[in-house]
Nanobody
Framework: QVRLVESGGGLVRPGGSLRLSCVGS????????MGWFRRAPRKEREFVAS????????YYGDSVRGRFIISRDNAKDTVYLQMNNLKLEDTAVYYC?????????????????WGQGTQVTVSS
């Protein structure tokens, strides 16, 4: 059974940084694309970033491009989301997701497994 567990969320001031982690288990981590999504209060779930199994292909959502960095360490079965220059509007629950494919995508219905989410709150 595939399992994804996020960690690293918390409270941060505007302009600050956080790094989220997501550990996968249940299948060979390196063979599958991973992604991060987020859901802010009263909003639809939004694509943040995705990365291919070998890290050669990476995509970012428009609202985070240039501030967030997705990466993965296949030896640790972990995908990361480094979030810099955080803004109030980055407040959301952040979800890790995995596809049944090596190739990354940007739409949530193309991901097959999801973590439980971790809360990120940006507030002064």
């Amino acid at each position: 059974q595939v399992r994804l567990v996020e960690s690293g969320g918390g409270l941060v001031r505007p302009g600050g940084s956080l790094r989220l982690s997501c550990v996968g288990s249940g299948r060979p981590f390196r063979n599958f694309a991973m992604g991060w999504f987020r859901r802010a209060p009263r909003k639809e779930r939004e694509f943040v970033a995705s990365i291919s199994g070998g890290s050669r292909s990476i995509y970012y959502g428009d609202s985070v491009r240039g501030r967030f960095i997705i990466s993965r360490d296949n030896a640790k079965d972990t995908v990361y989301l480094q979030m810099n220059n955080l803004k109030l509007e980055d407040t959301a629950v952040y979800y890790c997701a995995s596809r049944n494919s090596y190739v990354p995508r940007e739409f949530e219905d193309e991901f097959d497994y999801w973590g439980q989410g971790t809360q990120v709150t940006v507030s002064s």
